[in-house]
């Protein structure tokens, strides 16, 4: 059952792209004692998002679109966001 950051990240996500795949896999367990482990269960995650909405964009480019989105969320409740974000047919 997703926490509720990761909640809000699908919820964000799915309405700025909506996404024909979004997966948002909390890595937080892996990181358990790290740096930037907040003890929550939810500091760390990895999104795979598929949008018609980074057609033609770089690679770069989808990673801002994707942060600018989120807006403080990564830095403040997440410590460290990995994103794979694609075209349909990439």
């Known amino acids: 059952m997703p926490g509720p950051v990761a909640r ?3 919820r964000l996500l799915e309405a700025a792209f909506a996404p024909v795949r ?3 896999i909390n890595d937080s367990a892996r990181h ?3 740096a930037g ?5 939810e500091s760390h995650f990895t999104v795979e998002i598929e949008s018609a909405a980074f057609a033609g964009k770089s690679r770069l480019e989808r990673q801002r679109m994707v ?3 989120l807006g ?3 830095g ?3 410590h460290a966001l990995a ?3 694609r075209a349909p047919g990439e």
């Not at 482990?37 to 269960?41: A, K, L, Y």
């Open 67 to 69: 942060n600018r989105t």
């Open 8 to 10: 809000e990240i699908e």
């Open 32 to 34: 358990h004692g790290h």
């Open 76 to 78: 403040q409740r997440v």
């Open 22 to 24: 979004l997966a948002v």
């Open 83 to 85: 994103i794979k974000a």
């Open 37 to 41: 482990d907040d003890g929550s269960g």
């Open 72 to 74: 403080d969320l990564p």
